[in-house]
């Protein structure tokens, strides 16, 4: 079993804390026995893994994939701000992606793990997105690492209007729907309508098919509902509300659209308040804990040397 985590490490120097960044292997019956561990900063700092509260990403090797925070990158011990590959049991880093900006991206809490790791089913191909809302196609097998030495990403393009390059604690919520011949990504960023984008070839076109009239503050992510790859059946559902403060509580919503057309919103919640309402949810991630730890504490307890 695989668990990815961030330890909140206070820093003086730092309003957003030291979050240092964590991947570990686990016996699944019994979980005393860590088997392996990553650190994504062992001489760096932060390069946390959140991913919006996005699981683990797995091949069908067993190879897994995560993105991680902004954080340091030298792409030797230290890979904040990139996605990453290893191979399955070990956790050896088999390959990496870092985009060219991983530095502004660090400086300016716009990471590239509040999207996670997306693998498009039936293809060696993957994405993933974090706050600055740009969204990145790779080949998973050769996925260039540090972009613009080695090769470039398949596709990078700009699929948000949200907060941009700006720090407002957004999430890069997404959903991809594989259809038979093609597909379909649906991305929802704070303060945005919801976009589709038809994939096509093997690449994403990159003007968006159909958008959403609503455009809450905040949303819990798009998800789709559909009988397999049957176009007439699908429906992207999510939660919004319409407060943009981040953490807490606030009245939400419950929608669900017409897949092959997202301008057409089927339901919500709010159409029978009486019988169908939300009610109040939450729409951001507070960090919370008994008492912090050091960073030799957190690096400790990853190794294995505290209980």
């Known amino acids: 079993m695989y668990i990815a985590f961030l330890n909140v490490v206070p820093y003086p120097k730092d309003h957003h804390w030291s979050k240092e960044g964590f991947v570990a292997r686990f016996h699944a019956r019994d979980l005393r026995r860590r088997l392996a561990v990553f650190q994504s900063t ?17 091949d069908r090797a067993g190879n897994i994939y995560i993105a991680t925070a902004g954080g340091s990158y030298d792409g030797i011990t230290n890979f904040g701000s990139s996605v990453l590959k290893f191979a399955p049991r070990s956790l050896k880093l088999i390959d990496w992606f870092t985009p060219t900006n991983h530095e502004y991206l660090f400086l300016e809490n716009i990471d590239i793990s509040a ?4 693998l498009i089913p039936n293809s060696q191909l993957m994405f993933a997105g974090g706050k600055e809302g740009v969204i990145f196609l790779l080949n998973r097998e050769t996925m260039g690492k540090l972009e613009g030495e080695n090769a470039e990403p398949l596709q990078r393009f700009k699929a948000t209007n949200g907060c941009g390059q700006r720090d407002c604690a957004q999430t890069l919520g997404t959903a991809f729907w594989p259809r038979k011949n093609d597909g379909v990504l649906y991305v929802w960023d704070r303060n945005d309508v919801l976009n589709a984008y038809d994939f096509v070839n093997e690449r994403f076109v990159t003007t968006p098919s159909a958008v959403s009239k609503e455009k809450p503050g905040m949303n819990g992510g798009p998800t789709v509902s559909a009988n397999g790859s049957d176009a007439g059946t699908g429906i992207v559902w999510a939660a919004t509300t319409q407060s943009t403060k ?22 919500n919640s709010d159409m029978k308040a009486a019988r169908d309402a939300l009610g109040d949810a939450a729409f951001d991630v507070a960090y919370t804990a008994g008492r912090a730890m050091s960073r030799e504490e957190a690096v400790a307890f990853a190794l294995g040397d505290q209980q």
């Open 246 to 267: 981040s953490g807490g509580v606030a009245p939400g919503t419950l929608r669900a659209f017409l897949a092959s057309n997202i301008g057409q919103e089927l339901y």
């Open 115 to 118: 999207g996670g790791v997306t």
């Open 42 to 58: 062992p001489t760096g700092r932060k390069g946390g893994i959140w991913q919006s509260g996005r699981g683990i990403a797995s």
